[in-house]
């Protein structure tokens, strides 16, 4: 029987008590969270290992170590991992400069695509199915542009746009900081925040957000362990733990 109380109902995560350890010790927590259903949720959090940890966390990449969580009724890492994408996470979905645009493309086609079924190189077509809704109005980067050529709010949106190809009920997105222009800081979350009208979207920054970008709620999450001793998380301990 759960013992979350019954906000959950009307929450897309609510957490308690939640901790995280590494072999050298604590990582993050004990934090408790209540994120609302639907919108763009930003966590204002330090940044460090522990806050990374805490997003791989909601999305089920990582199990906590301690406390209860629960992401849309589902309280164990397996099946949210099931229900939750992760996008623009350092070291998880992190591409090499001189990989091309249509390379990525037809990467995550043929992830999505059953096994039996030969998918060819993406097209035009594919580039607007998969990057439109998370680019709206913005253009779109060139099939054959190399990452290193886009801007940083390009690669971020691409990131978010491959990773969300399956439009699960949780989009997890990695620190808005990784724009650093202040105006692309702003369309950046502006973005984030139009996705929310089809899922719930979650994100974090170090930084003070603009009330007027459209996000439904901006948490303080309490000071967490900036990471001494601790080690960062790694795709394969993401792995590992996601599949358990």
Same mark, same amino acid.
């Given at each position: 029987?759960?013992?979350?109380?019954?906000?959950?109902a009307?929450?897309?995560?609510?957490?308690?008590?939640?901790?995280?350890?590494?072999?050298?010790?604590p990582?993050?927590?004990?934090?408790?969270?209540?994120?609302?259903?639907?919108?763009?949720?930003?966590?204002?959090?330090?940044?460090?290992?522990?806050?990374?940890?805490?997003?791989m966390?909601?999305?089920?990449?990582?199990?906590?170590?301690?406390?209860t969580?629960?992401?849309?009724? /589902?309280?164990?890492?397996?099946?949210?991992? /099931?229900?939750?994408?992760?996008?623009?996470?350092a070291?998880?979905?992190?591409?090499?400069?001189?990989?091309?645009?249509?390379?990525?493309?037809?990467?995550?086609?043929?992830?999505?695509?059953?096994?039996?079924?030969?998918?060819?190189k993406?097209?035009?077509?594919?580039?607007?199915?998969?990057?439109?809704?998370?680019?709206?109005d913005?253009?779109?980067? =060139?099939?054959?542009?190399y990452?290193e050529e886009?801007?940083?709010?390009?690669?971020l949106?691409?990131?978010?746009?491959?990773?969300?190809?399956?439009? /699960?009920?949780?989009l997890?997105?990695?620190?808005?900081?990784?724009?650093?222009?202040?105006?692309?800081?702003?369309?950046?979350v502006?973005r984030?925040?139009?996705?929310?009208?089809?899922q #719930?979207?979650?994100?974090? #920054?170090?930084?003070?957000v603009?009330?007027?970008?459209?996000?439904?709620a901006?948490?303080?999450?309490?000071?967490?362990?900036?990471?001494d001793? =601790?080690?960062?998380?790694?795709?394969?301990?993401? /792995?590992?733990?996601?599949?358990?």
């Open positions: 029987m759960s013992t979350l109380p019954d906000t959950a009307s929450m897309a995560v609510v957490a308690r008590g939640i901790t995280k350890t590494g072999p050298w010790g990582v993050y927590g004990p934090l408790d969270l209540d994120i609302p259903a639907g919108g763009l949720t930003i966590l204002r959090a330090e940044a460090g290992p522990g806050r990374t940890a805490l997003q966390t909601l999305a089920g990449r990582m199990k906590p170590a301690s406390g969580l629960d992401v849309f009724g /589902r309280t164990t890492a397996k099946s949210i991992f /099931r229900n939750a994408s992760l996008a623009a996470i070291a998880l979905d992190d591409v090499y400069a001189s990989v091309r645009v249509v390379d990525l493309l037809t990467e995550q086609l043929r992830w999505d695509a059953p096994w039996y079924r030969l998918i060819g993406a097209g035009r077509d594919d580039l607007e199915r998969i990057c439109r809704p998370v680019f709206g913005l253009p779109l980067p =060139a099939l054959d542009a990452i886009i801007s940083e709010l390009d690669d949106l691409l990131r978010v746009a491959l990773a969300n190809t399956r439009l /699960r009920p949780l997890v997105v990695g620190n808005i900081d990784q724009v650093t222009s202040d105006a692309n800081h702003g369309v950046l502006r984030l925040a139009e996705l929310g009208n089809r #719930t979207v979650v994100t974090t #920054t170090v930084n003070p603009d009330p007027g970008l459209g996000q439904r901006v948490i303080e999450v309490p000071s967490m362990l900036d990471g001793g =601790a080690a960062a998380p790694t795709v394969e301990t993401a /792995r590992i733990e996601g599949e358990q």
